[in-house]
């Protein structure tokens, strides 16, 4: 059986453990901040902002968390915990802030630029005077025609195909390209406009065709209204050439910038 002498000097050594700087931290209770994890939380949050750019408030909301967090962690130290997860929620949001417009804006050139190009094959197709190739350019992807020596037939079998390129060829724009030919020089003048609906992208653009005639060189421009869709199924994006309008003015020249109303 131990001794009473014995069972003091176990104790002094338990309790000078106990006195131990490392051992009094072990002990001692430290909270983890529950704002930094909102913030933490908001950070990932905020990355949304890179596909939906109305979504860039959050962004900013986390940003202010996370500095708040911050603060409170350091003016509690060291007895508040959470201050990665605040740096972590901050970076986050940060990088949601400076990417988020920057993609949008990319993306918005980005659009202008397959625009402008789908809108050049349409003039080459009728200054080359191929308006069958051109007007297939206007209808919807899914009901398009091959662009081969089948296409003669689609129109001129009779029934719809006969009668709507009647209509387009008769209409005002494509009447004066056609008659131009390669006399006529295109070139992209202004995005003008350039909006998102819910299942496309819609660019309205203006485009200035100059020829020469007996008086001199003369310029008037063509506003062209393209939607861009995206089938689902493949994932590849399709431009239409919605509207054209003859005589438009640019709003660089004092237009409004919008498509004409019809």
């Known amino acids: 059986m131990p001794s009473d002498s014995g069972f003091e000097v176990h104790r002094e050594v338990y309790q000078s453990r106990l006195n131990l700087p490392e051992d009094a931290d072990i002990v ?10 909102v913030g ?18 959050i962004a900013i909301l986390a940003i202010w968390i996370n500095v708040v967090a ?7 130290a060291p007895a508040l915990l959470g201050r990665k997860a605040a740096l972590a929620g901050l970076a986050l949001a940060v990088v949601a802030f400076c990417a988020a417009p920057a993609d949008w804006v990319v993306y918005r050139l980005l659009l202008r630029e397959e625009a402008r190009q789908a809108a050049m094959q349409w003039f080459d197709f009728l200054r080359a005077n191929e308006p069958l ?4 350019l206007t209808v919807s992807p899914n009901s398009r025609d091959p662009l081969d ?3 003669w037939n689609a129109y001129h079998g009779g029934g719809d195909g006969r009668m709507m390129i009647d209509q387009f060829i008769n ?4 009447r004066t390209l056609l008659a131009l ?5 295109i070139r992209y003048y202004d995005t003008e406009s350039q909006w998102s609906e819910s299942d496309r992208d819609r660019v309205y653009q203006t485009f200035a065709v100059t020829f020469q005639d007996r008086d001199g060189l003369k310029t008037f421009f063509i506003g062209m209204l393209l939607d861009r869709t995206l089938d689902l199924p493949t994932g590849h994006a399709y431009w239409q050439i919605a509207r054209t309008f003859g005589g438009v003015q640019p709003k660089a020249l ?9």
């Open 70 to 76: 911050l603060k409170r962690i350091d003016v509690n």
């Open 149 to 151: 020596d089948s296409l």
């Open 254 to 262: 004092g237009g409004n910038g919008n498509p004409p109303k019809i």
């Open 181 to 185: 030919g390669d006399k006529a020089t």
């Open 133 to 136: 190739e051109a007007h297939q």
């Open 28 to 37: 001692q209770y430290r909270a983890v901040s529950g704002l930094a994890i």
């Open 171 to 174: 209409g005002p724009e494509v």
């Open 40 to 57: 933490l939380l908001a950070g990932l949050l905020s990355l949304l902002a890179l596909a939906v750019p109305l979504l860039w408030a």
